[in-house]
């Protein structure tokens, strides 16, 4: 038996990416964004409402920083979610997060955050259906503590968090279940 839910975009785990800006005098802004994914090996693609603070600060600055949410955040990932920098300007200095300037572009890294790709804007792409920010990648950088000894980010270390739309949830990214363009060998006759 299977049941109708209706119209669903019913796709699951959703990021929790924190999007961080400059404002035009430096004021450090940072959003929560679950409708992102990578759109090329060194591209990632975020549908962003354009009335946010944040895509005011990526017109001016052509930047950004985004970084993967972790469990020890979520309280601040969560009120990123919620506050703007329209009506709330001191909206990042109550998260009570450190944010240092990246070297590479006019944008913050927030400290505390795991991992943090620094994009340069690539391209806004506006159609009837969505308003696309699309990053380019120029560097990732990483705690050194969620490392693990193949040199990859192991994310149950960093306790990673994933959005649930279905009940409007965080959780937490679980066990391994197999190896990608492995565990369908066996079919490949
Ligand atoms: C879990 C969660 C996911 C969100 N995902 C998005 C998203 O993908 N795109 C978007 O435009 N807004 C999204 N929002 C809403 C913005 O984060 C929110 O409107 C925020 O206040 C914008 O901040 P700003 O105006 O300071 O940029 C999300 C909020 C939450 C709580």
Not at 101 to 121: H, K, Q
Not at 149 to 175: C, H, P, W
Request: hydrophobic share 40%; glycine share 6%; net charge negative.
């Amino acid at each position: 038996m299977r049941k109708d839910l209706g119209v669903k975009a019913a796709v699951f785990p959703m990021p929790v990416l924190m999007i961080a800006t400059y404002d035009e005098n430096g004021v450090v802004d940072v959003m929560n964004a679950a409708w992102g994914t990578v759109s090329d090996r060194d591209k990632v693609s975020l549908v962003l409402s354009e009335s946010h603070k944040t895509v005011k600060n990526i017109k001016i600055n052509k930047a950004f920083t985004v970084s993967l949410a972790d469990v020890k955040n979520i309280k601040e990932a969560d009120f990123f979610g919620m506050a703007s920098g329209n009506t709330m300007p001191d909206k990042f200095e109550k998260s009570g997060m450190t944010a240092v300037r990246s070297g590479r572009v006019n944008a913050p890294i927030i400290d505390e955050f795991p991992v943090t790709m620094e994009c340069e804007l690539a391209e806004i792409v506006s159609t009837d259906n969505a308003y696309f920010i699309v990053g380019r990648i120029l560097n990732t950088s990483v705690r050194e503590d969620i490392i693990d000894e193949n040199g990859d980010v192991d994310i149950r270390k960093a306790g990673i968090l994933t959005f649930n739309q279905f009940n409007r949830s965080y959780y937490l990214t679980g066990e391994k279940a197999a190896t990608a363009w492995d565990a369908g060998k066996e079919l490949m006759g």
